[in-house]
Nanobody
Framework: QVQLVESGGGLVAAGDSLRLSCVVS????????MGWFRQAPGKDREFVAG????????DYADSVKGRFTISRDNAKNTLYLQMNSLKPDDTAVYYC???????????WGHGTQVTVFS
C-alpha cells in the first residue's frame, strides 16, 4: 500500500521561505503524477502545484506562480515544494497527493501545517 508522509511545515514570517517534502513508500513513485494541495481554515482544499511522472512537466495555481516550485527526486521517492516569498494567505495545511491508479489524485498524506505571520 502506498503511503505519503509530508514534512517541513512550520511558523514563519511573511517573506520567508520553506521547503516541504513528501516521502512516498513503494517502488513505483517514478510512475506517479504528484501534486500539492492546501486547505486553509474554513475553506475548501485547493490545488497548489502538480508534476507529471513522464517529463516532470509542472503546473501551478495562479496564486503561487513565480513563488513556489514543485520538484521530484525519483531516486529518493520524494516530492518537494519550495515556497518563497510566503504570504499570510499561504497559511494552510499542505497535503501531497498521488495518482497511483487513475488519473485522479487517489492517495493522500496527512498534511503538514504552514503558518505565515505578518
Amino acid at each position: 500500500q502506498v503511503q505519503l508522509v509530508e514534512s517541513g511545515g512550520g511558523l514563519v514570517a511573511a517573506g520567508d521561505s520553506l521547503r516541504l517534502s513528501c516521502v512516498v513508500s513503494g517502488r513505483t513513485f517514478s510512475r506517479y503524477n504528484m501534486g500539492w494541495f492546501r486547505q486553509a481554515p474554513g475553506k475548501d482544499r485547493e490545488f497548489v502545484a502538480g508534476i507529471t511522472w513522464k517529463r516532470a512537466s509542472t503546473d501551478y495555481a495562479d496564486s503561487v506562480k513565480g513563488r513556489f516550485t514543485i520538484s521530484r527526486d525519483n531516486a529518493k521517492n520524494t516530492l518537494y515544494l519550495q515556497m518563497n516569498s510566503l504570504k499570510p494567505d499561504d497559511t494552510a495545511v499542505y497535503y501531497c497527493a498521488a495518482q497511483t491508479i487513475t488519473a485522479q489524485y487517489d492517495t493522500w498524506g496527512h498534511g503538514t501545517q504552514v503558518t505565515v505571520f505578518s
